[in-house]
C-alpha cells in the first residue's frame, strides 16, 4: 500500500513544506499512514494573507451560490465516505463503522449548512420617521482561523468550517497534528466543488509553530476552537487582548444518573456506549455514573457484563467495538489514573490495563470502577479513555449534587420512567446538552451544541445558533434623497 504524501493548502495550491513527519496507525504504531511536510510560521502568515485577500469576493457572492458550493462538497464528501473512512480509521482508530459514519455526518452538516444560505439574513423594523427604511444584516465577521481536535477529525471541521463559509467568511484551518490525512480528504472535497483560492486554507504543522503564530496574526477577525481547557483558555486571553471574537468549546466530566425505577438493560448499554465507544475519546462521553442506591448492584455488574463481552481490536473488522486510544500519550495518561496508590479511586470491577495480547497497539480494556470518592481524579478529571467510575447516590437529590459537583458543564444524561423527574432534571441540571433515557455522547446538528461552566466560552455551535458566532449585525437607516 503506498504512502500519501500531504502538505498544506495555502492560496490555491499545495505547498512544499519545510521539516516532515510520519503519520502512524495507533493500531499498527509502526505502519505509517502518511507523511506529512510541516508548515512553518511564514507559511501560516501567508495562509492568513490569501484568506484575507479573497475575502471580497467571496462576501460577495450571493449567499445561495455559496450554499451550492456546500451542497456539491457534500455530494463528492458522502462518494468518498467509505474510502476515507478506511483511511480515517487507519489514521485515528475509531472503529471502521464509526468512522464512515462520521464521515457522512459531515456530509449531512454540510447540507443543513448549505440550507441556510436560503434563509432569512436580516429584519426590518419600523422607525419613528415615516421615511425612514429602518433594517439590519447579518454580515460575515471576515478571516476565521479554525482549531480543531484529533477525536473528531470530520466532524468537528465541518460543524465550523461549513457555517463559516456558508455566511461568507474565509477560512485558515489548523487541524490538531495526529489526523493530518483525514483533514486533506475534507479540504479536497470542498476544493473539487468550487470552493475558490484563499477562501478556505489548511495549515498542517506543530501547534507551537504555526498555532501561536496564527492566533497572533493581526489579520484573523475570529478564532473558533474545540480542544482542551488550558489551551483554549490561553488562546481567549490572546485573541481577545487582540480584539478577535472567540469562540471555545472544551472539556466534559459528563455525568448519567441511573434511578431506581429505570431500565436497567437499556441504561446500561446506554451508558457502555457513551463511556467506551470511540474508546472514551469524546468530550462529551460518559464519565461518571451516579446510580441511585437500591440498583447500584444490578446495574454494576450488568454494566461489567458488557465491558467483558465488547471486543477490543482491529478497528478495521466489523465486529470490533473498541478500538485503540490514538496514540502512545494517550495511553499514558489514561493508564496513569490506574497507577500509584489508591487516592479514593474506589473497587476496580473490570478492566484498567493495557491489552497486550493485541500486539503494540494502543488498547485499552473498557474499564468500570465502583465506590469512586466525589473528589479523586477520577471522578474530577477529565479522562479520553474507555472508563466509567461508578457513583452510589442516596436519592434523587442527592444523584443531582453530585451530577453538578464539576467545573465542567457539557452534557449529563438521567435513566428514569418518571417524567416529572426527567423534567426536574433538565431543569436542575448544569449541562448546556441534556439527554433523558440516552447516553451522554451523540448529538445532531441542527440544534444549538455547546457547554456551561468551564465546558464553554459561553456560545453555541451548530444549529441556527452557529450565525451568532459567524456573523455580525449591521444596521441600516435609509432615507430617500430630500425632493425626490
Not at 236 to 252: D, M, P, Y
Not at 447 to 470: H, I, L, T, W
Request: hydrophobic share 40%; glycine share 10%.
Amino acid at each position: 500500500m503506498s504512502v500519501p504524501e500531504i502538505r498544506s493548502y495555502i492560496s490555491g495550491a499545495w505547498r512544499e513544506g519545510g521539516m516532515s513527519a510520519e503519520d502512524f496507525n495507533p493500531a499498527r504504531p509502526t505502519e505509517v499512514v502518511a507523511r506529512v511536510q510541516l508548515a512553518d510560521a511564514a507559511s501560516a502568515a501567508e495562509a492568513v494573507e490569501a484568506a484575507r485577500g479573497a475575502f471580497p469576493g467571496w462576501r460577495n457572492l450571493p449567499a445561495p451560490a455559496r450554499g451550492e458550493i456546500l451542497r456539491k462538497a457534500a455530494d463528492l464528501l458522502d462518494q468518498r465516505a467509505e474510502t476515507i473512512g478506511r483511511e480515517f480509521t487507519r489514521e485515528e482508530g475509531k472503529t471502521l463503522a464509526e468512522a464512515i459514519g462520521e464521515t457522512r455526518r459531515a456530509v449531512g452538516i454540510l447540507r443543513y449548512f448549505a440550507g441556510q444560505t436560503l434563509e432569512p439574513d436580516g429584519e426590518t423594523y419600523p422607525s419613528h420617521s415615516a421615511t425612514t427604511l429602518l433594517y439590519a444584516r447579518r454580515g460575515p465577521v471576515g478571516v476565521v482561523l479554525v482549531i480543531t481536535p484529533w477525536n473528531f477529525p470530520m466532524a468537528i471541521p465541518a460543524w465550523k468550517i461549513a457555517p463559516a463559509l456558508a455566511y461568507g467568511n474565509t477560512v485558515v484551518w489548523k487541524p490538531a497534528e495526529l489526523v493530518p490525512l483525514t483533514s486533506v480528504r475534507l479540504v479536497e472535497a470542498l476544493l473539487d466543488a468550487g470552493v475558490p483560492a484563499g477562501v478556505l486554507n489548511l495549515v498542517l504543522g506543530k501547534s507551537a509553530t504555526v498555532g501561536d503564530a496564527l492566533v497572533a496574526n493581526d489579520g484573523v477577525d475570529a478564532i473558533t476552537f474545540t480542544g482542551s481547557n488550558a489551551a483554549g483558555r490561553s488562546i481567549q486571553v490572546r485573541g481577545t487582548e487582540r480584539g478577535k471574537k472567540v469562540q471555545l468549546e472544551l472539556g466534559g466530566k459528563n455525568p448519567a444518573i441511573v434511578l431506581a425505577d429505570a431500565d436497567l438493560s437499556h441504561a446500561a448499554e446506554q451508558v457502555a456506549r457513551g463511556a467506551f465507544l470511540s474508546s472514551g475519546q469524546k468530550c462529551t462521553a460518559t464519565s461518571r455514573v451516579i446510580v441511585e442506591a437500591p440498583a447500584f448492584q444490578e446495574f454494576a455488574e450488568r454494566l461489567v457484563s458488557i465491558a467483558r463481552v465488547w471486543k477490543v481490536g482491529d478497528p478495521l473488522e466489523p465486529d470490533t467495538r473498541v478500538g485503540p486510544v490514538v496514540s502512545e500519550d494517550r495511553l499514558k495518561a489514561v493508564m496513569g489514573f490506574f497507577q500509584g496508590d489508591g487516592d479514593g479511586r474506589g473497587r476496580l470491577l473490570c478492566g484498567g490495563s493495557r491489552a497486550e495480547e493485541l500486539g503494540d497497539g494502543y488498547y485499552m480494556r473498557p474499564t468500570v470502577v465502583s465506590e469512586v470518592d466525589p473528589q479523586a481524579r477520577l471522578a474530577r478529571e477529565e479522562i479520553f479513555g474507555p472508563v466509567a467510575a461508578l457513583m452510589p447516590a442516596k436519592t434523587y437529590a442527592d444523584a443531582i449534587r453530585l451530577a453538578n459537583d464539576t467545573p465542567f458543564g457539557l452534557t449529563a444524561s438521567i435513566f428514569t420512567r418518571s417524567l416529572n423527574k426527567a423534567l426536574r432534571f433538565a431543569s436542575e441540571i448544569e449541562a448546556g446538552v441534556v439527554k433523558v433515557n440516552q447516553e451522554t455522547a451523540g448529538l445532531e446538528f441542527q440544534v444549538p451544541f455547546g457547554g456551561m461552566k468551564d465546558s464553554s466560552s459561553g456560545s453555541r455551535e451548530q444549529g441556527k445558533a452557529a450565525r451568532e458566532f459567524f456573523t455580525q449585525w449591521k444596521t441600516v437607516y435609509l432615507d430617500p434623497s430630500p425632493g425626490q
